[in-house]
């Protein structure tokens, strides 16, 4: 495992909801990375850890290779790859991700 690698293992292992974005929370820098936000404080998302891509070149480019995904935001929850922000969309609209989210509170 490469070093970046290694770094986002650490991150997605490390803490129970990680958004890999553009930009930050307060600032999202991509419609799509703005839309998952608001979906996790739809869900009521507490301790959410934000990664900003555009911040580090290496994590940019690392993420895609991680989960084999080609797209930024994504959505780990609990160690595991749950999506991007269509996914996210469809998940909480049926309920799935406000279930996944809170049995990571409890």
Known sequence: MSD???RI???VK???VVLFMKGTAEF???G???RAIQ???ACKAESVTTVNVLEDEEIRQGIKQYADWPTIPQLYVGGQFVGGSDIMMEMYQS???QQLIGGERA
Request: negative net charge; aromatic residues 4%.
């Open 4 to 6: 970046v690698q290694q």
């Open 9 to 11: 293992d650490e991150i």
């Open 14 to 16: 490390g803490h129970p």
């Open 28 to 30: 999202p820098m991509c």
């Open 95 to 97: 309920g799935e991700l």
């Open 39 to 41: 979906i996790l404080q």
């Open 32 to 34: 799509f990375s703005g």
